[in-house]
């Protein structure tokens, strides 16, 4: 999901309405994405930290997240484990 993207295209107006954590919470692979970065003049850090300040998500979440997002990206099976290695240690460096 890109959130502002979702908000300043108006398919939602209101953050009580926004689907993020319902869909996380539900077990739904929700990702975070830019959508349209330069016209919507964000980042993935931005769009992760609106995610942070909206909802009290923690590390594991956010791990979790970007665990999902590698099962989705299209690349091979074998560059899929790297990456998920790749993101588990990572993490595990933010968690000391």
Do not use: C
């Amino acid at each position: 999901m890109a959130p502002t993207s979702n908000f300043q295209t108006k398919a939602v107006q209101k953050l009580a309405e926004y689907p993020f954590k319902k869909l996380f919470d539900a077990g739904v692979h929700v990702t975070l994405n830019t959508d349209n970065r330069t016209v919507s003049n964000t980042t993935l850090q931005k769009e992760y930290q609106k995610i942070a300040d909206w909802y009290d998500f923690t590390l594991d979440d956010f791990e979790q997240i970007n665990h999902y997002a590698a099962d989705g990206a299209f690349i091979s099976a074998d560059e899929k484990l790297t990456l998920h290695q790749v993101i588990s240690d990572e993490y595990k460096l933010i968690k000391l």
